[in-house]
C-alpha cells in the first residue's frame, strides 16, 4: 500500500471552486496513470479524471469543462481543480495511483 494523503474538501456553495491535493511521495506522476474518484453513500465510486504519465487526460462526463487534473513531480502531488461546483458534486473524492486509495475528502455543495 502506497501513501496517499488528501487535503482539500470542506463545505462549498453552487459555482464556486475548489482545489484538491493528494501527495503521493512514492509515485512518478511521469510514468504512472494516476486519478481521482468519487463515490456518494449508496453508489459506487465513479471515476472523474484520469492523468497518464504521458500528460494525457480523461474526464467524467459530468465534470468535463468544469474539472482539471494534474500532477507536480517535484512536489509529489496531484491536483483536482474543480470550477463551477453544483450540487451534484457533492461525494467523498479519492485519489489513487498503482492499486492505492487516498483516505477520502468530502465536498459538500450546498446553497
Known amino acids: 500500500q502506497l501513501r496517499l494523503v488528501q487535503s482539500g474538501g470542506g463545505l462549498m456553495h453552487p459555482g464556486e471552486s475548489l482545489r484538491l491535493s493528494c501527495v503521493a511521495p512514492?509515485?512518478?506522476?511521469?510514468?504512472?496513470?494516476t486519478g481521482w474518484y468519487r463515490q456518494v453513500p449508496g453508489n459506487e465510486r465513479e471515476l472523474v479524471a484520469q492523468?497518464?504519465?504521458?500528460?494525457?487526460?480523461l474526464y467524467g462526463d459530468s465534470v468535463k469543462g468544469r474539472f482539471t487534473i494534474s500532477a507536480d513531480n517535484a512536489k509529489h502531488t496531484m491536483y483536482l481543480e474543480m470550477n463551477d461546483l453544483k450540487a451534484e458534486d457533492t461525494a467523498v473524492y479519492y485519489c489513487?495511483?498503482?492499486?492505492?486509495w487516498g483516505q477520502g475528502t468530502l465536498v459538500t455543495v450546498s446553497s
Open positions: 492523468l497518464t504519465g504521458a500528460g494525457k487526460t
Open positions: 489513487h495511483a498503482r492499486g492505492s
Open positions: 512514492e509515485i512518478d506522476f511521469s510514468i504512472y496513470t
